[in-house]
């Protein structure tokens, strides 16, 4: 370039600085007059004593939209007997899933190869004597034997009491309770670090004074432990509350372990048991994150673990109560900004700068992370196309008009159109420099037009897009690139809504749906909804993500010789996505970038015809090359889940 074209170049972007920044400013003008405008409407006197008419008539609308929501009377009433159906289910989980005495004599009596030593850490601070006694009995009851219950005793004078509890059942334990009177209360984090400071085994076992463990936790991950060389094991659990486990808040089955599920949100939490190999050189909690010390210490220690695994059976039994994390995160308002510090730091530790967490709209502690998107690599958005001009104007459109970030191409794959209107739209739209429209001249298939339109890309990175799809966010090219640019992923995946803002695509479940090849959950949801535990407000790890709206690395998709064309229409997007989790890489989902996905405009459902043989043809190919893998289940998806039901419904007994 000469300097000319530099000169010219610089004052084309001073430009746009210049117009962003006029906008900027007046846009924060019109903020400043609207607040403005609703202060003084929220102190008029009129304002006030209409309150109570406010109140009533948003409850009327809240109610009008529940109704609405649910839809017809038979579809109201088909809901109600599932939720009563569930309520049925979930009794299992409860004291109903304790072993009968033929069943816990035999785990007592079982000998494995390594009888591993599990130290149970629970600090003490004022709590009720008749939790402290329910914590205790669960500890007495465990079918496995090998263990030691140290407790640090944190409480006051007039909690004295708690102190008489703990040497009684010491009395009766044969030396596996160690009990610590401590000087002074030091928060959670001191007073477990002072029950570990007692500790002897060759496991920790963290738990909590007012909590309930199932009588085979331990009897199942000593089991784990041997089966699969296990260095840090966690189970599901349960929120109960009236002191009564079978009355059940929530059902927490979680996935296995899910890195980016985990810094937006502590899944793993209960019950956590780790080798004591992992804490070598490192502290158990750090009292600079009281509040979210566990949190901390689960991002810490599954970096070091080299075999973490999820025992997908309910063993853990958290009481809600007031004053308790699991009723009110408010309780401990100082938690949130504790979690954001671990959350922080962590990601220092993994070499990530300049990135910023945020609480979502589902809880404080479940965080948005924005990454640093690092230099501005282009994107070339692959969009293949045949005739729907309509649909095409208002995809392309929605990119050009909407996007944030700049360093893209779009590339219109043309594949046998025969209505006038679109070659007039690809005449005019060539005209832009950011499109280029190539042309296909095989028959249909999706995968062979992609690779094809990737073959001429000049991106670093591909945008795989359907024509049928419309942005909503303007960042949404950040949004997924902040992502793909990590050596650790593979394919990225957005939020797709249907035009009524219902959830056509949240992520990918392998083995979901009737053919039991994939599906997507959280379906038809709506989108004010949080999700299944908050899981519609981050990121997180799936097996797959949709190909209507997937980013991946160009390097990445022609090392494996990108979408395989046997799959000419379906689930091809699916066996990419597990190709590239065989190479060890995760594929990751985002909320945070949206589009409108009209599905099915362009090509047509495959529900009859020879398209629905079609797609039985390609399930069954799908089915036979992954057998193994979906034999082995979704690693992301709870086994307690249905297969029948994308709503993170329970499975029906067996």
């Known amino acids: 370039m000469t300097e000319n074209d530099y000169r010219e170049a610089y004052e084309k972007e001073h430009t746009k600085c210049v117009e962003l920044a006029a906008h900027i400013t007046e846009q924060d003008e019109r903020i400043r007059q609207l607040e403005w405008e609703i202060d003084r409407i929220k102190t008029h006197p009129l304002w006030k004593l209409s309150k109570p008419a406010r109140v009533c008539f948003h409850w009327v609308v809240r109610q009008k939209d529940r109704l609405k929501r649910c839809g017809s009377p038979k579809e109201i009433m088909k809901k109600i007997r599932r939720k009563q159906k569930e309520k049925k289910i979930a009794l299992r989980y409860g004291t109903g899933s304790f ?134 094991v966690y189970c599901d659990e349960i929120t109960f509350h009236d002191g009564n486990i079978n009355k059940m808040l929530t059902l927490h089955f979680k996935p296995d372990y899910a890195p980016d599920n985990l810094r937006a949100n502590n899944y793993i939490c209960h019950f956590s048991v780790f080798s004591r190999n992992l804490m070598e050189g490192t502290e158990l909690f750090r009292t600079k994150f009281d509040g979210s010390q566990d949190h901390d210490m689960i991002l810490r220690l599954t970096d070091r673990a080299e075999h973490i695994v999820h025992v997908p059976k309910v063993l853990y039994y958290w009481r809600s109560h007031p004053g308790s994390v699991s009723s009110d995160i408010s309780a401990k308002p100082y938690a949130v900004e504790a979690a954001k510090k671990a959350v922080s730091e962590h990601l220092e530790r993994h070499g990530f700068a300049n990135f910023r967490i ?214 091809n997007d699916v066996d990419f996505c597990l190709r590239l989790r065989e190479k060890g890489l995760l594929n990751v989902w985002t909320p945070y970038a949206q589009l409108y996905h009209y599905e099915s405009a362009t090509r047509g459902l495959d529900d009859k015809g020879e398209r629905a043989q079609r797609y039985e043809r390609e399930a069954e190919r799908f089915r036979a090359r992954w057998k193994v893998v979906l034999e082995a289940g979704d690693p992301y998806y709870n086994p307690n889940f249905s297969l029948d039901r994308s709503d993170f419904s329970l499975k029906a007994e067996e």
């Open 99 to 232: 072993p009968e005495e033929e069943e816990a004599a035999a785990q007592r009596s079982e000998r494995f190869p390594r009888m591993v030593k599990i130290s149970v850490l629970v600090p003490l601070w004022n709590n009720d004597p008749r939790y402290q006694r329910e914590m205790l009995d669960s500890m007495m009851n465990q079918t496995y034997e090998n263990w030691e219950l140290c407790l640090a005793d944190g409480s006051d004078e007039q909690h004295a009491y708690i102190g008489q509890i703990c040497k009684e059942y010491a009395e009766r334990a044969n030396g596996r309770i160690k009990y610590r009177r401590l000087e002074k209360n030091g928060g959670i984090a001191s007073n477990t670090n002072a029950c570990y400071e007692m500790a002897t085994g060759d496991y920790i076992g963290l738990f909590d004074q007012d909590d309930i463990l199932h009588p085979s936790a331990l009897y199942e991950y000593v089991k784990t432990i041997n089966e699969q060389n296990a260095d840090y």
């Open 358 to 571: 945020t609480s979502s709209r589902a809880f404080a502690t479940i965080f948005r992370i924005q990454y640093e998107v690092l230099g501005r690599p282009k994107v070339s958005i692959l969009i293949p196309n045949k005739d729907h001009a309509e649909d095409l104007k208002r995809c392309v459109s929605s990119i050009l008009e909407r996007s944030t970030y700049e360093n893209y191409e779009i590339l219109i794959v043309e594949n046998n159109s025969t209505a006038p209107e679109i070659q007039e739209y690809y005449q005019e739209i060539a005209q832009n420099e950011k499109v280029r429209v190539l042309y296909y001249q095989g028959g249909f298939n999706y995968s062979a037009v992609n690779n094809f339109a990737a073959s001429q890309a000049e991106g670093e990175f591909l945008l795989l897009l359907n024509n049928d799809t419309e942005v909503i966010t303007g960042s949404w090219m950040e949004e997924m690139l902040m992502f793909a640019q990590r050596q650790d992923v593979g394919a990225v995946g957005a939020m797709l809504y249907y035009p009524d803002r219902t959830v056509q695509h949240a992520g990918i479940v392998i083995g979901l749906g009737a053919h039991r090849t994939a599906g997507h959950v959280h379906y038809k949801y709506f989108w004010q909804d949080v999700g299944y535990m908050g899981r519609l407000c981050y990121a997180q790890n799936f097996s797959a993500v949709t190909g209507a709206c997937l980013m991946v690395k160009k390097s990445l998709y022609d090392e494996l010789g990108g979408l395989d064309e046997s799959f000419e229409i379906s689930l």
